[in-house]
């Protein structure tokens, strides 16, 4: 089954592992986590940098998965869609903007204590832990987690693929994908107001939807720069070259077999080439009609029909 996942999928899958078991197995010697989390940015600690390490930082294994699993779920599908590049482009600005709006809202918290109008080095009494430094405490808001960019990832599956139908538990009957994001979207606009200390970056995962939502906008009015948002050239491109290569090893078959003497006649060949050509031809109208109006303008039956030229061979 890994093998099938998309290259620039699985590697993050892979990436976000592997530091995650590093930071578990050499805490004692290195504090992966303290160094690579993003930090306030007037905090003594933070560095610019942050803002892409601190999406590969798990704070533990429940947060680790399913950030993975939805990571593995939604990636799998846009990544076949749109290609590796624009994929990781798109999943690493997600990332970034929702470490920026994060920024944002530690800064409005921060001034509403009063903090950022003190010297990075003046002390404060705080309740419970006694004198700090503000920087102390500008420490100590680090934000880690792919929670931002997988979001994004949810707000480009919905707006995508807006009338498939998936499940959500506890719910017992599947939903269209365009329903689930605003019913994620609206859960952490809830979250983000009543729960504020909750410890959760419930800002970050909005963030991490806006700038998806902005990034596909933009594509979608400029259609014509590198990143083509209609294109899913790869999906469709590896289809078509699969279904050509189906399609080019019969000719070969005939071949040996009428050399042998017994193969079909000149007039099954021409027959046989006609279907070929039909077929060809539905596929590459298929495939246009996907670069114009998008995926969801096929109907069932179109649907099916490219889903079995994919299978075949």
Same mark, same amino acid.
């Given at each position: 089954?890994?093998?099938?996942?998309?290259?620039?999928?699985?590697?993050?899958?892979?990436?976000?592992?592997?530091?995650?078991?590093?930071?578990?197995?050499?805490?004692?010697?290195?504090?992966?986590?303290?160094?690579?989390?993003?930090?306030?940015?007037?905090?003594?600690?933070?560095?610019?940098?942050?803002?892409?390490?601190?999406?590969?930082?798990?704070?533990?294994?429940?947060?680790?998965?399913?950030?993975?699993?939805?990571?593995?779920?939604?990636?799998?599908?846009?990544?076949?869609?749109? +290609?590796?590049? =624009?994929?990781? *482009?798109?999943? $690493?600005?997600?990332?970034?903007? /929702?470490?920026?709006? @994060?920024?944002?809202? #530690?800064?409005?918290?921060?001034?509403?204590?009063?903090?950022?109008?003190?010297?990075?080095?003046?002390?404060?009494?705080?309740?419970?832990?006694?004198?700090?430094?503000?920087?102390?405490?500008?420490?100590?808001?680090?934000?880690?987690?792919?929670?931002?960019?997988?979001?994004?990832?949810?707000?480009?599956?919905?707006?995508?693929?807006?009338?498939?139908?998936?499940?959500?538990?506890?719910?017992?009957?599947?939903?269209?994908?365009?329903?689930?994001?605003?019913?994620?979207?609206?859960?952490?606009?809830?979250?983000?107001?009543?729960?504020?200390?909750?410890?959760?970056?419930?800002?970050?995962?909005?963030?991490?939807?806006?700038?998806?939502?902005?990034?596909?906008?933009?594509?979608?009015?400029?259609?014509?720069?590198?990143?083509?948002? +209609?294109?899913? =050239?790869?999906? *469709?491109?590896? $289809?078509?070259?699969?279904?050509? /290569?189906?399609?080019? @090893?019969?000719?070969? #078959?005939?071949?040996?077999?009428?050399?042998?003497?017994?193969?079909?006649?000149?007039?099954?060949?021409?027959?046989?080439?006609?279907?070929?050509?039909?077929?060809?031809?539905?596929?590459?109208?298929?495939?246009?009609?996907?670069?114009?109006?998008?995926?969801?303008?096929?109907?069932?039956?179109?649907?099916?029909?490219?889903?079995?030229?994919?299978?075949?061979?």
């Amino acid at each position: 089954m890994f093998r099938n996942i998309p290259t620039v999928t699985k590697n993050l899958l892979l990436i976000n592992i592997v530091v995650f078991l590093a930071a578990l197995v050499f805490k004692r010697q290195f504090d992966l986590e303290s160094w690579g989390s993003l930090h306030f940015f007037m905090a003594p600690d933070f560095h610019a940098w942050q803002f892409v390490t601190y999406q590969f930082l798990h704070g533990n294994f429940t947060h680790l998965f399913f950030n993975m699993f939805a990571l593995w779920m939604f990636g799998c599908v846009i990544e076949r869609v749109w +290609g590796p590049q =624009k994929f990781i *482009f798109y999943y $690493l600005i997600c990332g970034i903007g /929702a470490g920026l709006c @994060q920024e944002i809202v #530690q800064y409005v918290e921060f001034t509403n204590d009063g903090l950022t109008a003190l010297s990075i080095h003046d002390r404060v009494n705080v309740v419970g832990v006694g004198v700090m430094t503000v920087g102390q405490i500008y420490n100590l808001a680090a934000t880690i987690g792919a929670s931002g960019a997988v979001y994004g990832i949810l707000l480009a599956f919905g707006m995508t693929f807006p009338n498939e139908r998936i499940f959500i538990f506890p719910l017992p009957v599947p939903i269209k994908a365009k329903w689930f994001v605003c019913i994620y979207a609206a859960i952490e606009l809830f979250s983000a107001y009543t729960s504020a200390r909750d410890g959760v970056a419930h800002v970050a995962h909005l963030g991490g939807m806006l700038f998806g939502l902005l990034l596909i906008l933009y594509w979608r009015r400029h259609p014509g720069n590198t990143f083509n948002m +209609g294109n899913g =050239k790869q999906f *469709f491109e590896n $289809l078509k070259r699969n279904f050509e /290569a189906r399609q080019g @090893q019969k000719p070969q #078959q005939h071949t040996d077999t009428r050399q042998a003497g017994f193969g079909p006649t000149r007039e099954d060949d021409m027959e046989y080439n006609a279907k070929k050509k039909a077929r060809q031809a539905e596929i590459d109208a298929l495939l246009d009609k996907i670069r114009k109006s998008g995926y969801d303008s096929l109907t069932k039956e179109e649907k099916q029909r490219l889903f079995e030229a994919s299978r075949e061979g």
